[in-house]
């Protein structure tokens, strides 16, 4: 009898996402999401923002746990929140709110294997958050983000939430980052010190430019500041997490 071992796709599993928020709310590296809540609120109020995208330029540069975090905040803050796990390839959001191995996600919907949209939608133990996973791993991710289906999801969930935070796939690997930023009202551009590559910057913005996307800003994450600059002192986010 032969015996055939499941192929890899060469990728590595994602952590889960580390919610500092809950766990440690006194944190400097919680008082920067707030700032960047905050900052993202301004602009938000100003363009009647409804969906937010937070993506990075390649792996490992934090965006998912950024994108978590500010999810909890805005629900902190009584916004009713949804988070959605766009990165078909790498996902987090199952791992991070304690649901990982669900079949009831994002994919699921997409190629109809649930009739509701509300199926697949998860509430959390914050208050006013609720999520939707990736979903099983699809042989086609691009496609399926670039479908009207998806485009769908969209609408109803803005008909549904104050606010949709979507954590999608970095912008320089694979195509499907680029094609979620014309569907969302804004983008967050997540940069890591010492990891993200001035090059590969300007070619995301680029990217980001060609596909006509509005542009928030940019988060500059796992930055050590020197101990006499920090009047709170020092913060940054764990760096083996995406």
Same mark, same amino acid.
């Given at each position: 009898?032969?015996?055939?071992?499941?192929?890899?796709?060469?990728?590595?599993?994602?952590? #889960?996402? &580390? !919610?500092? %928020?809950?766990?440690?709310? +006194?944190? $400097? @590296?919680? *008082?920067?999401?707030? =700032? /960047?809540?905050?900052?993202?609120?301004?602009?938000?109020? #100003?363009? &009647? !923002?409804? %969906?937010?995208?937070?993506? +990075?330029? $390649? @792996?490992? *540069?934090?965006?998912? =746990? /950024?994108?978590?975090?500010?999810?909890?905040?805005?629900?902190?803050?009584?916004?009713? %929140?949804?988070?959605?796990?766009?990165?078909?390839?790498?996902?987090?959001?199952?791992?991070?709110?304690?649901?990982?191995?669900?079949?009831?996600?994002?994919?699921?919907?997409?190629?109809?294997?649930?009739?509701?949209?509300?199926?697949?939608?998860?509430?959390?133990?914050?208050?006013?958050?609720?999520?939707?996973?990736?979903?099983?791993?699809?042989?086609?991710?691009?496609?399926?983000?670039?479908?009207?289906?998806?485009?769908?999801?969209?609408?109803?969930?803005?008909?549904?939430?104050?606010?949709?935070?979507?954590?999608?796939?970095?912008?320089?690997?694979?195509?499907?980052?680029?094609?979620?930023?014309?569907?969302?009202?804004?983008?967050?551009?997540?940069?890591?010190?010492?990891?993200?590559?001035?090059?590969?910057?300007?070619?995301?913005?680029?990217?980001?430019?060609?596909?006509?996307?509005?542009?928030?800003?940019?988060?500059?994450?796992?930055?050590?500041?020197?101990?006499?600059?920090?009047?709170?002192?020092?913060?940054?986010?764990?760096?083996?997490?995406?």
């Amino acid at each position: 009898m032969a015996i055939f071992k499941k192929k890899s796709n060469g990728l590595q599993p994602v952590a #889960a996402a &580390n !919610l500092f %928020t809950l766990n440690n709310p +006194s944190a $400097v @590296a919680t *008082e920067q999401i707030k =700032t /960047i809540r905050t900052n993202i609120s301004f602009s938000q109020e #100003a363009q &009647n !923002l409804q %969906t937010i995208m937070i993506t +990075s330029t $390649v @792996a490992s *540069e934090g965006k998912s =746990t /950024i994108a978590a975090n500010l999810a909890v905040e805005f629900a902190h803050a009584g916004k009713n %929140t949804l988070l959605i796990d766009t990165d078909l390839r790498r996902s987090t959001v199952d791992r991070t709110f304690g649901m990982h191995g669900t079949t009831k996600g994002l994919t699921s919907y997409l190629v109809h294997r649930f009739e509701e949209l509300t199926d697949v939608i998860h509430e959390t133990e914050v208050e006013n958050l609720s999520v939707i996973p990736s979903g099983p791993i699809p042989p086609n991710p691009a496609e399926l983000i670039a479908s009207q289906g998806m485009k769908d999801v969209l609408t109803q969930l803005k008909e549904s939430f104050d606010l949709v935070i979507v954590d999608a796939p970095p912008l320089l690997p694979v195509t499907d980052g680029q094609i979620m930023s014309n569907m969302v009202d804004g983008v967050v551009l997540v940069v890591r010190q010492n990891h993200t590559l001035k090059a590969g910057v300007k070619e995301a913005k680029q990217t980001l430019e060609n596909a006509k996307a509005n542009i928030l800003g940019v988060v500059f994450n796992d930055v050590e500041s020197s101990n006499d600059s920090g009047y709170y002192g020092e913060g940054h986010y764990d760096n083996n997490e995406q």
